[in-house]
């Protein structure tokens, strides 16, 4: 079953709420944002995260930055909302659905500008409400492409967390695997534990574990031992932003992951919606890798581990060339061999 992520409650003066992904597996705990400032803070510290799941909260976020707003000039209250898009925008660079939420929120302020403030902040939060809907759609039908990629008793793995707690609903690396463990197929799971912030073993074990998947945990540095013994029939990934081309920016590890399936001859997937290509750039040498503090690197559940003072480098993603990757799994189908000529192939079909 899916878990409830991210969500709203109510009307305008309901309650965006989200699961505080920090506290889990030992902690299950919904929190409610209900300034800007936490939205923000939440989307900073990964208490919500992953690129589909980081759109649905930009909704939510830019509502509750503007609810609240007492003037009655709709155009200062457009100019409002331009303010909170910018601030939650510094929140997180590199997953773009995160920036194309907030994009539709500023166009349906924009729709809506002739009308009254309170008409304006309905439509805004239906909006919102709106991408978390849709979201919930695009992982089903992502995960019906995905589920004919995945046979039975197939051995997969997968690196970081896009599943149920990276979207609205089931996810989207994750989204074949719930498919086909539906459909009776016997799947087995080798998760990368994902350092530095464990989002492997922390929420995809728990997410897997809780459907009742078979799931081995191994540390990010034994996928290349299990690749090298065929113990895996695929490897499939998310993604948080997509260049015109098809490289693809993923959490860390993700690079050295697609290397070692392609030195095994293992197909090596992604699977991510259309929100998060960014056509906008050409290829992923232009995609912001978001830089996270040291700590995450020398501490380890807030115990020190490596020596003082020693240098740290700490990005939170990587891109994978197009050239590595078998193909992008999205809501519309599969792009093999992804290129700038077959991602346009796709994309260019969206309605
Ligand atoms: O730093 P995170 O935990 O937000 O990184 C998440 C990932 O890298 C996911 O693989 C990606 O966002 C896809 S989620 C469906």
Redesign the pocket.
Known sequence: MPVPTVDWVGGLDGSFKVIDQTLLPTRYEIIDLDTVEQAWEAIRK?RV??????GVAAGFSVVVGVRNWTGSDPEKFLAEVERVCLYIGTS?P??V?LFWALDRMRRCAQIHRAQSVPAIKQALLDEAKLILAEDKDICRRLGAHAVKLIHDGAHILT?????GL??ADF???LAGIFTAHEAGLSVHVYVDETRP?L?GSRLTAWELMNAGIETTLICDNMAGFVLSRGEVDLVI????RIAANGDTA??IG?YGLAVLACHHRVPFYV??PVS?FDLAIRSGAEIPI?QRAASEVTDLCGVRLAPEGVGVLNP??DVTPHELITGIITELGVISHPDVATVSALLGKRS
């Open positions: 990964l995260r992953g690129a589909p799941a980081l997180r590199t997953a659905n690196h970081c967390n896009a599943g990276a979207t996810g989207t690396a912030l989002q990934t998310g993604a948080d993923n959490k993700t699977a991510a998060t978001e939170a993603f």
